[in-house]
């Protein structure tokens, strides 16, 4: 059985970081596509970058700049360094995987594996 595991969420001022990571537990296979979700209450999930197993990365405007994703393709895990944190920040934020790459991937809902998300808090 595959399983995603987040951590690193937590609650920090403005300004401030945090590093999330992602653990992948039971796929045999290389995860082509990974990616970092959110969802904030009351709004709807949105993708917030992505990383193909060649390295090329993708961020949504709002984080370009603040956030990096990368990833150890050994492992298979992934991680995303999230800076100069704003309150708009707030979310739970999601790992998600694919065996295919990021391209075929265009909506928020195709990919094969999810974690349970990882609550970031950000305070003014």
């Known amino acids: 059985q595959v399983q995603l595991v987040e951590s690193g969420g937590g609650s920090v001022q403005a300004g401030g970081s945090l590093r999330l990571s992602c653990g992948v537990f039971?796929?045999?296979?290389?995860?082509?596509?990974m990616g970092w979700f959110r969802q904030a209450p009351g709004k709807e999930r949105e993708r917030v970058a992505q990383?193909?197993?060649?390295?090329?990365?993708t961020y949504r405007p709002t984080v370009n700049g603040r956030f990096t994703i990368s990833r150890d393709n050994a492992k298979q895990n992934l991680f995303l360094q999230m800076n100069t944190l704003k309150p708009e920040d707030t979310a739970m934020y999601y790992c998600?995987?694919?065996?295919?790459?990021?391209?075929?991937?265009?909506?928020?809902?195709?990919?094969?594996?999810w974690g349970q998300g990882t609550q970031v808090t950000v305070s003014s």
């Open positions: 998600a995987a694919d065996f295919r790459a990021c391209r075929s991937l265009p909506g928020t809902d195709g990919f094969r594996y």
């Open positions: 039971g796929v045999t296979s290389s995860l082509y596509c």
């Open positions: 990383i193909d197993w060649d390295g090329k990365e």
